[in-house]
Each structure stands twice: as structure tokens, then as C-alpha cells.
């Protein structure tokens, strides 16, 4: 196992890395607030203003692994500095762009700094967080996640009522100055890796998994965003896509993604199961307004705050999770957390039909935390034993898993709700038929998060139970 040299972790590197991992969240949510502003701002279609948060989104997707990736090549800290000045800078263009155009061109750009601000803080974690305190910096970096989730459309109501939507790309840019300065003061040059030549940059590579990415990053929003194009092309582009890149992988000599990498039990079973769950975790903010709305009554107030229960949870047991991983290990946190998340989605699926509003804050109670313990535990299982040259791209693929989790969530789940609600929609559906929709739905999740739960076992078979703390 590597550890670093390290005794303690200042407390300095810990808040820079938190702030970058915040700017980088609060990108994603605090845009989305701002899209009414927008369709009369500039005079367009709800469809075209969604291109504000789906740029983001799609740029975020399909760099994050290139971004780890330079990490290791150029050195953490030199690409964390460059991500966030490109940030700053797209976040100057979005808040003066004079046409939506050109806004988000600036947010596409922004998705390509807050890839580099999402995928680098795990990796400088690994390199100057001592071992036996990794399970809770990843848990600080999954409540500063959250926090930043939770915050952003707050922080863009009030910036509307204050003065007009950009302002909202101002403060992004302020936040993400600070975190420069941060950034420049407490991160050493200890991660700082040999320059990089041409041979050391998988062109190819890299080239096709964009396109595989774009491709089905646009198949599961596509068909709110206005593409002209099917949902089932765009996932055959990205599946011959997938498969051309690991033809390419295969082949050249320094792969962006060695298929060593996928094939290692546990390293390849933490990816996987990093989408699963991301899966799932998405499905609650996407399936549970239509619940709350068509089958419990609740307005649009109420609804947004039972909605706000599940971020700040998470933002609460973030660090505690870490802590929790530090203490018994990565493979039993692991294992507890998905565990618990399997009880927490039945709660889910059967509590609200029969409490209402409480079962169902009260089973996010019980799921919530157990996701934030599931994120801790398999960040640091992948990680760990991570060697320098690989701990970038290990961070980027753990973010690209996440994100394809929460796309994959934002687009079956959903549809499976609907399926079982029938041809009339939940706008015609009785209130019965959305309770048990929403039933099955979760019901469904929970299975997905048992077979998960056995994905875990398995990739811990054969394998010493490595704890993080070394007195274990």
C-alpha cells in the first residue's frame, strides 16, 4: 500500500480542495434556477435555454477522464491552478455574453475547468492526505458535493431577486478566484509529475470516447434539449463508439484508459457499482416530485422543501461517513452503506403511501446517509492502493461513472414510472395508480442496489480485507 509522508493533513489543503470541489457543484445547480430569466432574457424556447445546463453537463461528461489524465501527466496542482482559470474565465464570458449563444459556448467551456475542479481534488487527496484520514477527506469532498447541490439554486434565487441572472456567473467566477489563491498558497509541488511528450497523450483514444460520451450524454436529455436526432441512433453511435475505443486501448502504447484498469476485480467492480448507485441516487430527485405532486397534493413550495431534505442530509453525514470509513475500513463501510441503502429504497417505496409527507422525509433519513457512506468507502477502495501515475485518471473515471449514473437515472427511471403508470400519464392517473408507480419504481431501485451489494462481495472475494486505518 502507498501512503504519503505526511502525519496530519493541514487544515488548509483540506479547504482549498472542499472549495474547488463546491465551485465545481454549484456549476450544475445554479444555472438551472436561472432558466425562466432566460427564456424572456432572450427571447427563446424552453429548449434552447436547457442548453445552459446541458452544455455544462456534456462538457463535465466527456472531458473528466482527459482531465484526470493531464493530472498525472503535468501534475495535479499545475492542472488544478489551469482548470480553475479556465473556469474563471468562461464563468467572465457567461456572466457578459450578449446572445445565448454565446453563453453557453461559455458554459461549455466552464464544463471542461469544472471537470479539472471534479476530478483532481480526490487525486491531490490521495497524494498529500496521509492514508489513515483518506476516508474522510473523501467524505469532506462528498459533503462540500452536496452542499454545493444544495446551495446553487438557492444562491440564484436570491442573486434574481437582487439584481439579473448574471450575477449568478459572477459569483461562480469570485468563488472560483478564491479557490485559485487557495489553491497557489497551501497545495506543495509533492504531487508534480515529469512534463509530458506526445507519445504520452492517447489521441485516438480520447477523440472516440468523446464522441461515445457526447453521444449518449445527448441519447438520455436529447429529447428535452431538441435534438432532431432519436434517442436509439444516438446510443448506437455511442455503443460503436465504446467499442472502436477499446479496440484503440488495445493498441497504443500509452491508453487513456488501460484495460487493466476495467479488468482488476475491484477496481473495475468500484466503477460499476459507482454507476449503479448513482442510479439510484438520481431516480429520488427525478421520480419523487411526481409523487409528492399527483399522489400526496403538495404545491411547488412544499414540494422543493421535502426535495431539499436529501442534500442537506448528505451535506450532514458527509464527513461523519468518511470518518465512519476511516475507523472500520473501505470494504465494510462499503458494505453497511449499501446495505442500508437497499432498506432505505424500500422504505422509500412503501413508508409515503401509508405516513405521507413523513415516511417519506423519514426514508431519506435512512437513504441519504447511506449513499453519502457508500461514496466514501468505494473513493477510497479505489484509491488507496492507487499508484501516482494512475490517480488522476482513477479520480476522472470514478467522476465519468458518477455522471453516467446520474444521466442513466435522469432517463430509465423515469421512463419505468411512467410505464407502470400507464398510457394516461400521471396528470390523468388516479392518486392510487402514481402510489404504486412509484412503489414499483423504488422497489426496482432497491433491487438494483441489492445486486450491487452482491457486485461488492464479489469484488472483495479473494481479497484481504485492507483497511484504510493501519491498526485494523
Known sequence: MTDTEQTQTPILILITLAAATLTASMGISIAAVLLPTLTRSFSATVSDVQWVVLAYLASVTITIVSAGRLGDLFGHRRVLISGLVVFIAASILSAAAPSLSLLIAGRALQGFGGAIL????????RDLVPTRQLGTAMGLLGTTSAAGTALGPSLGGVL??????????????????????????????NSERRAASAKDLDFPGTFVLMIALAAYALATSGGAAGIPVSSGVLFSCALTAIALFVIIETRVASPLVPMTLLLDRRTGIG?????????????????????????????????????????????LFGVPAGRLTDRIGANRAMIIGLGQ????????????????????????????????????????AVLVDASKEQRGRLSGLLGLSRNLGLMTGASAMPTL?????GEEGTAKASVADVAHAFSMTFTAAA?????????AIYGQTGHANKATNPAE
Open 271 to 315: 466503477f460499476a457499482m459507482n454507476l449503479t448507485v448513482s442510479t439510484v441516487m438520481m431516480s429520488t430527485l427525478i421520480v419523487g416530485p411526481f409523487f409528492l405532486a399527483f399522489s400526496l397534493g403538495l404545491n411547488e413550495a412544499l414540494i422543493g422543501l421535502v426535495m431539499a431534505v436529501g442534500p442537506v442530509v448528505a451535506a
Open 160 to 189: 434574481l431577486a437582487l439584481g439579473n441572472w448574471r450575477m449568478a456567473f459572477w459569483l461562480l467566477a469570485g468563488f472560483a478566484c478564491v479557490t485559485l489563491v487557495l489553491s497557489v498558497i497551501s497545495i506543495t509541488c
Open 118 to 125: 471534479i476530478a483532481l481534488p480526490m487525486s491531490i487527496a
Open 341 to 380: 441503502t437497499v432498506v432505505g429504497l424500500l422504505c422509500l417505496a412503501f413508508l409515503p403511501r401509508y405516513f405521507g409527507v413523513g415516511g417519506y422525509v423519514a426514508a431519506l433519513f435512512t437513504l441519504t446517509p447511506a449513499f453519502q457512506l457508500f461514496l466514501a468507502a468505494n473513493n477510497t
Open 447 to 455: 433491487v438494483l442496489a441489492l445486486l450491487t451489494l452482491g457486485l
Open 417 to 421: 414510472f411512467v410505464a407502470i403508470v
